[in-house]
């Protein structure tokens, strides 16, 4: 990947849902090689600069993490809206993940369990939270696949820097994600 | 009298082996087994307490929690669900006032569907309390609500069956519905005669003349049997057992059954055979759950055969002693699968064991095992009385010999057909009687189904190989339907060990359900089709890697008519529904459902 100062850059955009930042971290292991990243693309909404709304339009879209409650929701419609192609990164934001562990256990029970069969000093009060302000859990953790359209898959828990850096250069040199070989994804 | 759990423990000698008819005992007195009963098994067999509950929890017909005094199992299968199930199940919800999964509240009667019962020529089915009743009309189900609510022996409002099973050890409201019979199964029979044809031969020319014969194994892969037999007799052991594969749970077939009620002493003769060829001195018949009516009669039969000195010791007065007992399986079509069977037959939740080794080499507590379908057993017996070459004469050049069919769905006469490997479909639908087939599902749900362009196929190894399930569907037939059903199937029955079989059938049936409600897009059937190869290719065993096949051949044989239900204008269709999703939550969490806020944002 050579710099090419005429091009315009790359606008790219990233979240963490329902995920533990962990996709994040990983992305941040292609260590110094972020620093060729950056003469290829430009930042809009991501927890590397702190920009909370996507602003422009953007060329791309990682998303970390499924979807547990209305606003992971609402920031995956607006990344769908917003990037021409959407990558969902990582195990949670394609099956769903650990958070999805809760899936097919009663609301009423999960909530008790939380928040009112604690012995936590914090949750002291044993009050199931509903703020009006809180965002609503939602029946199941949702892959985000089911609720937007999802152009490409980069699994992993985490993917590896690699896979990341290699799937980046890919579009950048607007190539397909569909054949990332197998040593990307192998894991053991 | 009810008995204490260590004395039912005891009278299957402290065994885990005999776990399952342990199990069996408690839930028939009991009708649950609860966790204090699990705490003293696991004392009494010295067995941990998770392994227990692993068990408990596997078999459809073992419960943590009471299933009624009466137990209606109602089947589900296709040709059940084509018979009229429906008004069926209803008119059981309405009479008993609960819905199926549950028990009344006094624990009389409880409603739970199970897996097909092999009785597709005879739907609607249930089983209630070890009874079979077949044919089930709404009036009828008024009447058997009504008894079971009064407490009363439900056997009095059994219809009279066919053949034996008129016998009083099985009593059962079954109809053989032998259409064609053949050389081979339906005749008489001279129990002994293979016997004693076989030890004039010598233990290795027998196996010898099964090989000669090409006989293939008639349970649905077609192993050669010869061949089997040959590497079990190799394997070095100082014990070795021949087991009967009487699981018969792909939805569709019903040939073993109807063997076994018709002509047993041929069945048991083959295994007293095999166990002769390959120097065994224990035999297991593996009796599914659903077949417990039959246990009996089985049990006589070989009574009969011991009396007879044809089991037991010193068999026809010689030095060579084998004898069978049976174990009863208790709802698992995986248990189908020799080694899952196996597992199961030692008293374990029945999950497929990695291969190799095979039973041949480690079976049955780790001893050299044959496995085989009853049908393969008849065969052999017969090939043995009379020689290799009068079987070879029957069927093609590389599928010798005769099958049973069972035949079932659209057609005027469903039933057993005995016939040659190789006659066409299209003939076959013409002699059961299927005037306007519109597509038929051979060798069960794991099998294929083929539309009317491939009816001039064979049924034949080098074809159409199958177990011998054909169902048949007409133009009346909605086609998703059949596929979900099918889909379920697989869905209820996948053991779980593997995430591709566990995950992806589920998968694959909510892509189904999609396309069902008008949701699905070109592709949704694109993945269809990954998520089928992924689930093939990457599944332990033969569940695993045919359960995408209702799917695959569907989307293969009536593409068009699949293509017809999906939208090709739009490529994504997303089904989530927030309004659906939070409702719970806002309940529970006893706020409103207030969206705005975030939605002005969006
Ligand atoms: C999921 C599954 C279910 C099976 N069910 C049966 C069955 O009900 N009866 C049967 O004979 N074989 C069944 N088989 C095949 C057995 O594993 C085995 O191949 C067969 O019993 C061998 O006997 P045969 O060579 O005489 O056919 C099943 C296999 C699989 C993978
Ligand atoms: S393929 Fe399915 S049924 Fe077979 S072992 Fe794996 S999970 Fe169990």
Redesign the pocket.
Known sequence: MTPNPEKKKLVVATTSLAGCFGCHMSFLDIDERILQLITHVEFNRSPIDDIKHINKPCDVGFVEGGCCNTENVHTLREFRKNCKILVSLGQCAITGGLPAMRNGIPMSDLFSEVYQNTNNPTLGNHLIPNDEEIPIILDRVYPCHEIVKVDAFLPGCPPNADLIWEALVRIIEGKSLDDLTYQYFKYD | MKKSVSEIAQMHQNKQTQLLAILHDIQEQERFISDEVLHILSDELDVPLVELEGVRSFYHFFSSQHRGRYTVYMNTSATSEMSGAFEVMQAFEKHSGIEFGQTTSDFKIGLYKTSCIGLCDQEPAAIINNLVFTQLTASRVKEIVEAMKAGKDLKVLLRQGEGQNKNPLIGAEIFNNIRQKGPLFFNEFEPGSALKKAMDLGSLDVIESIKKSNL????????P?GQ?WGFCRAADANRRYVIC??????PG?FK?RVLLTENPYLVFEGMVVAGYAIESKRGIVYL?GEYAYLKNYLEEVLNQMRQGHLLGKKILGTRFSFDIQIKLGAGA??C??????IESAEGKRGQ?RNRPPFPVVSGYLNKPTV???????GCAAKIVLNGPEWFRKMGTAASSGVKLFSVAGDCDRPGIYELEWGMSVADLLKLCGAKDAYAVQVGGP?GVLISERQFARKLAYEDLGT?GAITIFNKTRDLLSILHNHMEFFNN?TCGFCVPCRAGNAILLKKLEKIMIGNGTSNDLSEIKAWGQTVKLASR???G??SPNPLLTALQNFSDEIASKVRHDIDYISQFNMDFAIEESVKVAGRSPNLRVEEVED
């Open positions: 293939r194994g008639r349970g649905g892969a077609g192993f049997t089997k594969n009487i699981d018969e749970g792909e077939t073993d599914r079509y995986i189908g699968e020799e080694s899952a069977l497929p496995v085989n379908n009853p049908e393969t057993f794991s177990g029955e065993c033969g569940l890697q045919t």
